[in-house]
């Protein structure tokens, strides 16, 4: 094919049209990358290795391309897949695109070109010092060495309008869990509904319709049991999904699986245990770091310490997790702050702090997530998102397995 070509779209057809104006049948760049993988590898496992994808990635795309170019692009022979001669008469444009390609990458982003593209990634202030690690990560892959990783603190309402606008290409929060997230409350409340819910049952139970048959018996039958599907010859309503805003769901189509995580209190080590076991009692009237009532993490420490009736004698108020680390480092009180921070801080610790995680139980929890704009199947940004969100998770597996152990709060 020879001239320059746009791509048009109609309706859900999209077509190539050249400036003859003849019209052809579009094929995505993605798919003849996926087409000269195999080539050169001879295999569907071994082009998906290459390109870092997996195999029914790489078989749905070549199935896409064969569907639109009518006809067989592979013959097995041997084990290994061997090019059609259709294939064949495209390898040689093949190799001279891609190593073109290759070339100029070399010479945008390779040594000497001076910029890459930029990857930015939003944190929330609780997790700045944690992303130094996440950081690093992402630096030494060589699978994501043409971007040029950019960490940017924000608050979680300024990462959502990033992400919806598309300035972020990953945006992690630390939170506490949404109310009601357990504690006496929330059990007060449970038990309430159970005993609202065993009456109610109990009365259908009991109650009775006089139902006349067309012969002019009557029968007794009990109400269905709540939860119950009763008998109807009527079709089943339809209800319709809530109408959500087009870039809302764009925002949240990927938010992945939390992760829970423990809080730590850090405690100085110079302070005497008297041979007793360290607990959360053990901060009643102590001198104590807090964060602020308006910051998540702030509001789950205070209403955990005054669920277990402790208080502790507030020294000072952190900004971050981070300061309240290194304000208990220096020996002048204790803290409570997320695993993450506290892993970093006893880091550099030498010695001058103990730290034991606090048991995860009903409230006493954080939630690590994200969110990633929506990347289609197979592409080359989701290979990136698939790539951050590995490293992501090393980094935590890595804080985590840190720790010290022995000194877990006991339940």
């Given at each position: 094919?020879?001239?320059?070509?746009?791509?048009?779209?109609?309706?859900?057809?999209?077509?190539?049209?050249?400036?003859?104006?003849?019209?052809?049948?579009?094929?995505?760049?993605?798919?003849?990358?996926?087409?000269?993988?195999?080539?050169?590898?001879?295999?569907?496992?071994?082009?998906?290795?290459?390109?870092?994808?997996?195999?029914?990635?790489?078989?749905?795309?070549?199935?896409?391309?064969?569907?639109?170019?009518?006809?067989?692009?592979?013959?097995?022979?041997?084990?290994?897949?061997?090019?059609?001669?259709?294939?064949?008469?495209?390898?040689?444009?093949?190799?001279?695109?891609?190593?073109?390609?290759?070339?100029?990458?070399?010479?945008?982003?390779?040594?000497?070109?001076?910029?890459?593209?930029?990857?930015?990634?939003?944190?929330?202030?609780?997790?700045?010092?944690?992303?130094?690690?996440?950081?690093?990560?992402?630096?030494?892959?060589?699978?994501?060495?043409?971007?040029?990783?950019?960490?940017?603190?924000?608050?979680?309402?300024?990462?959502?309008?990033?992400?919806?606008?598309?300035?972020?290409?990953?945006?992690?929060?630390?939170?506490?869990?949404?109310?009601?997230?357990?504690?006496?409350?929330?059990?007060?409340?449970?038990?309430?509904?159970?005993?609202?819910?065993?009456?109610?049952?109990?009365?259908?139970?009991?109650?009775?319709?006089?139902?006349?048959?067309?012969?002019?018996?009557?029968?007794?039958?009990?109400?269905?049991?709540?939860?119950?599907?009763?008998?109807?010859?009527?079709?089943?309503?339809?209800?319709?999904?809530?109408?959500?805003?087009?870039?809302?769901?764009?925002?949240?189509?990927?938010?992945?699986?939390v992760l829970r995580l423990p809080l730590m209190l850090l405690w100085p080590a110079r302070w005497p245990l008297l041979n007793?076991?360290?607990?959360?009692?053990?901060?009643?009237?102590?001198p104590f770091v807090d964060l602020p009532e308006n910051t998540s993490q702030g509001r789950l420490i205070r209403g955990l310490l005054k669920r277990?009736?402790?208080?502790?004698?507030?020294?000072?108020?952190?900004?971050?997790?981070?300061?309240?680390?290194?304000?208990?480092?220096?020996?002048?009180?204790?803290?409570?702050?997320?695993?993450?921070?506290?892993?970093?801080?006893?880091?550099?610790?030498?010695?001058?702090?103990?730290?034991?995680?606090?048991?995860?139980?009903?409230?006493?929890?954080?939630?690590?997530?994200?969110?990633?704009?929506?990347?289609?199947?197979?592409?080359?940004?989701?290979?990136?998102?698939?790539?951050?969100?590995?490293?992501?998770?090393?980094?935590?597996?890595?804080?985590?397995?840190?720790?010290?152990?022995?000194?877990?709060?006991?339940?």
């Amino acid at each position: 094919m020879t001239g320059a070509y746009r791509s048009i779209s109609s309706g859900s057809n999209k077509m190539a049209q050249s400036d003859t104006g003849t019209r052809e049948p579009g094929m995505r760049l993605r798919q003849l990358e996926m087409l000269w993988a195999v080539i050169e590898c001879g295999s569907m496992k071994g082009g998906a290795a290459q390109l870092g994808i997996s195999v029914p990635v790489v078989s749905r795309g070549l199935a896409q391309l064969e569907q639109t170019l009518g006809y067989s692009l592979f013959l097995r022979e041997g084990g290994r897949l061997v090019p059609t001669p259709e294939a064949e008469r495209l390898t040689p444009s093949l190799a001279q695109m891609f190593t073109a390609q290759s070339e100029l990458r070399r010479l945008a982003f390779g040594p000497g070109s001076g910029t890459r593209p930029r990857l930015v990634l939003a944190v929330t202030p609780a997790l700045e010092a944690f992303s130094a690690g996440w950081l690093t990560r992402i630096a030494a892959c060589e699978a994501l060495s043409d971007w040029l990783p950019v960490i940017e603190v924000m608050e979680p309402s300024q990462q959502v309008e990033a992400a919806r606008e598309g300035r972020v290409a990953m945006a992690v929060n630390l939170e506490a869990p949404p109310e009601p997230q357990g504690g006496k409350r929330a059990a007060t409340a449970a038990a309430r509904a159970r005993e609202l819910n065993a009456s109610l049952r109990q009365r259908a139970r009991e109650e009775t319709v006089l139902i006349e048959d067309e012969d002019g018996t009557s029968a007794t039958a009990t109400m269905p049991e709540l939860g119950d599907n009763p008998p109807s010859s009527e079709p089943e309503s339809v209800i319709e999904a809530p109408v959500t805003d087009a870039s809302d769901e764009e925002t949240t189509a990927h938010q992945q699986q939390v992760l829970r995580l423990p809080l730590m209190l850090l405690w100085p080590a110079r302070w005497p245990l008297l041979n007793k076991p360290l607990c959360l009692a053990r901060l009643n009237e102590r001198p104590f770091v807090d964060l602020p009532e308006n910051t998540s993490q702030g509001r789950l420490i205070r209403g955990l310490l005054k669920r277990e009736r402790v208080t502790p004698a507030i020294q000072a108020e952190a900004a971050t997790p981070d300061s309240a680390g290194q304000l208990a480092c220096s020996g002048v009180a204790a803290t409570i702050i997320d695993v993450l921070s506290a892993r970093q801080t006893l880091s550099g610790a030498n010695g001058s702090l103990i730290g034991m995680a606090l048991s995860m139980r009903s409230e006493r929890y954080l939630e690590l997530s994200w969110q990633l704009p929506v990347a289609e199947d197979g592409s080359a940004e989701q290979e990136v998102q698939t790539r951050l969100i590995a490293l992501l998770e090393a980094e935590v597996a890595a804080c985590l397995a840190e720790l010290p152990t022995g000194n877990d709060e006991q339940e």
